[in-house]
């Protein structure tokens, strides 16, 4: 399994994942492979995440691929009709020939002609979380985007907010394939390392408002706050950098990461060039290519690949020893 953890913002959505790969073996221990993409774009305002077994999600992503190229509507409220009808059906094709699997996508869209509604109650209780001491981060100051919605009267339940889209996130889980929604100032996260909600909710407020629609802050802290949690817990399946998305009006954003840990110490780096998502030790000259999952199918690894060099910086520079 692995981790697909999502977010709506008040300006957009939030997609990570990790990239590992796991290959359970009788006598022996586990295998895992940290290049495989389980997050990407699928359409301009919309992107897809999965967890399970890569077999039946590449089967069923390439088959939903055909079918965009083929179909005359993909709009968001589109896809969100007939998608779950075409993964059930090609689900259960895929399992009478190779046997029942499991597989759970996450999917993150918006609409552009629409301005984004957030629950007036949801601004509220962020507000409280903020103002009244019970967020880990301390801070003197509050968004000016929650005061503005605080300021309208208690009667409107739902509050429009202008120059932004209507976002969109559901969770898609086999065989049924049945549309769990989620709501603006909602989050999800599905697979091994789901429990990494925990440290969402409770760091909800520097997703949400530390720098409310700045996409560098926002996917720092997403990834920082799932990828710490995967680590102090020792989740072994979930593994490597996490790419993160942001899909807003503009399109969907791939948001990497280029750290030195300390300043002046080991260069990190995740990003997107030529349209692959790269991990790379720019200290070591290490690199590892992210591959999607019917290209990694092709290959599959006889021994361990593994980019645990962020971890291991953190460790290293955390450790009793540097300082």
Same mark, same amino acid.
């Given at each position: 399994?692995?981790?697909?953890?999502?977010?709506?913002?008040?300006?957009?959505?939030?997609?990570?994942?990790?990239?590992?790969?796991?290959?359970?073996?009788?006598?022996?221990?586990?295998?895992?492979?940290?290049?495989?993409?389980?997050?990407?774009?699928?359409?301009?305002?919309?992107?897809?995440?999965?967890?399970?077994?890569?077999?039946?999600?590449?089967?069923?992503?390439?088959?939903?691929?055909?079918?965009?190229?083929?179909?005359?509507?993909?709009?968001?409220?589109?896809?969100?009709?007939?998608?779950?009808?075409?993964?059930?059906?090609?689900?259960?094709?895929?399992?009478?020939?190779?046997?029942?699997?499991?597989?759970?996508?996450?999917?993150?869209?918006?609409?552009?002609?629409?301005?984004?509604?957030?629950?007036?109650?949801?601004?509220?209780?962020?507000?409280?979380?903020?103002?009244?001491?019970?967020?880990?981060?301390?801070?003197?100051?509050?968004?000016?985007?929650?005061?503005?919605?605080?300021?309208?009267?208690?009667?409107?339940? &739902? /509050? #429009?907010?202008?120059? +932004?889209?209507?976002?969109?996130?559901?969770? *898609?889980?086999?065989?049924? $394939?049945?549309?769990? @929604?989620?709501?603006?100032?909602?989050?999800?996260?599905?697979?091994?390392?789901?429990?990494?909600?925990?440290?969402?909710?409770?760091?909800?407020?520097?997703?949400?408002?530390?720098?409310?629609?700045?996409?560098?802050?926002?996917?720092?802290?997403?990834?920082?706050?799932?990828?710490?949690?995967?680590?102090?817990?020792?989740?072994?399946?979930?593994?490597?950098?996490?790419?993160?998305?942001?899909?807003?009006?503009?399109?969907?954003?791939?948001?990497?990461?280029?750290?030195?840990?300390?300043?002046?110490?080991?260069?990190?780096?995740?990003?997107?060039?030529?349209?692959? &998502? /790269? #991990?790379?030790?720019? +200290?070591?000259?290490?690199?590892?290519?992210? *591959?999607?999952?019917?290209? $990694?199918?092709?290959? @599959?690894?006889?021994?361990?690949?593994?980019?645990?060099?962020?971890?291991?910086?953190?460790?290293?520079?955390?450790?009793?020893?540097?300082?």
């Amino acid at each position: 399994m692995s981790v697909v953890a999502g977010c709506s913002l008040f300006d957009g959505v939030l997609l990570a994942a990790d990239c590992r790969a796991t290959f359970k073996r009788i006598g022996c221990p586990d295998i895992h492979s940290d290049n495989v993409l389980k997050v990407f774009a699928l359409l301009p305002h919309t992107a897809i995440g999965f967890v399970g077994d890569i077999d039946v999600a590449s089967f069923l992503l390439r088959s939903l691929l055909v079918h965009i190229k083929n179909r005359k509507h993909v709009d968001p409220i589109s896809l969100s009709n007939w998608l779950p009808r075409l993964f059930r059906y090609e689900f259960s094709r895929f399992n009478a020939k190779y046997g029942e699997r499991t597989v759970i996508f996450m999917i993150a869209s918006v609409l552009k002609d629409r301005p984004n509604i957030v629950q007036r109650k949801a601004v509220a209780e962020l507000v409280n979380y903020i103002g009244f001491g019970k967020s880990p981060i301390q801070r003197t100051w509050m968004p000016s985007i929650l005061i503005e919605i605080l300021k309208i009267p208690p009667q409107y339940e &739902w /509050i #429009q907010i202008p120059g +932004t889209c209507r976002n969109i996130l559901y969770v *898609l889980a086999s065989p049924i $394939f049945e549309i769990r @929604p989620y709501h603006p100032l909602q989050f999800a996260a599905i697979g091994s390392g789901q429990s990494c909600i925990e440290e969402i909710a409770r760091y909800n407020d520097a997703i949400f408002a530390l720098d409310p629609g700045n996409s560098f802050v926002e996917s720092f802290q997403f990834r920082d706050i799932i990828q710490g949690f995967i680590t102090e817990r020792g989740i072994e399946s979930v593994g490597g950098v996490y790419p993160v998305l942001k899909v807003t009006g503009r399109g969907v954003e791939n948001l990497g990461i280029s750290t030195q840990i300390p300043v002046g110490g080991t260069k990190i780096e995740l990003v997107f060039e030529a349209g692959r &998502w /790269i #991990q790379r030790n720019a +200290t070591m000259g290490k690199e590892i290519p992210l *591959l999607m999952p019917w290209e $990694f199918l092709q290959k @599959p690894p006889m021994q361990n690949l593994r980019f645990d060099d962020l971890s291991e910086a953190l460790d290293l520079f955390k450790s009793p020893k540097q300082k």
